[in-house]
């Protein structure tokens, strides 16, 4: 059986054979998430090395960092020898000199801190934050650190992304 998790999948349900998981079920999304998962107090769900692909789209972005380590680990833990974790985040290396700039400008703070409500609702407020911030080579030495190889840079959305910081990596042995 193959298996794709989108974790924090958010208002961006995937169809099957994706399962998605979130810690709540967002108001805009199409969809409530297949699994409510809390990634600060929840081991994914599923087997050791039992899944063929993981999505981890601006999973760590709304982790406290203390955090970090322990889901890293556990992306690791369930994802077979040699597939592939896809981890999406906010490039700040991009944002925050276009910030510096621009202070006053609500979407590039939102970029940075996170909707905090004002969005999905005052009570998503919690899960609606920006808790972390990478740029390209903390998050590389971050998945290296972590067991993850052969990582690449990739495009998963649109040019008018231009904040996207996404990097493919292998699982590699330990």
Do not use: C
Not at 48 to 69: K, T
């Amino acid at each position: 059986m193959t298996t794709f998790l989108n974790l924090a999948s958010g208002t961006d349900i995937k169809d099957l054979p994706w399962v998605n998981l979130d810690v709540t079920s967002w108001p805009m999304a199409r969809r409530a998430p297949d699994v409510i998962w809390d990634a600060r107090t929840d081991r994914i769900p599923f087997d050791d090395e039992s899944v063929d692909e993981v999505y981890a789209g601006y999973l760590l972005l709304h982790l406290p960092p203390r955090y970090h380590a322990d889901v890293l680990n556990d992306i690791w833990r369930v994802l077979k020898p040699g597939t592939f974790a896809v981890f999406g985040e906010v490039d700040m290396a991009l944002l925050m000199p276009r910030w510096l700039a621009d202070p006053e400008n609500v979407n590039l703070s939102e970029l940075i801190w996170g909707e905090m409500g004002s969005a999905h609702g005052e009570d998503l407020q919690e899960f609606d934050s920006h808790r972390w911030g990478y740029t390209e080579s903390k998050l590389r030495n971050e998945l290296l650190g972590h067991g993850f190889i052969d990582l690449e840079r990739i495009q998963v959305h649109v040019s008018a992304v231009w904040y996207e910081l996404t990097i493919k990596a292998r699982k590699g042995s330990r």
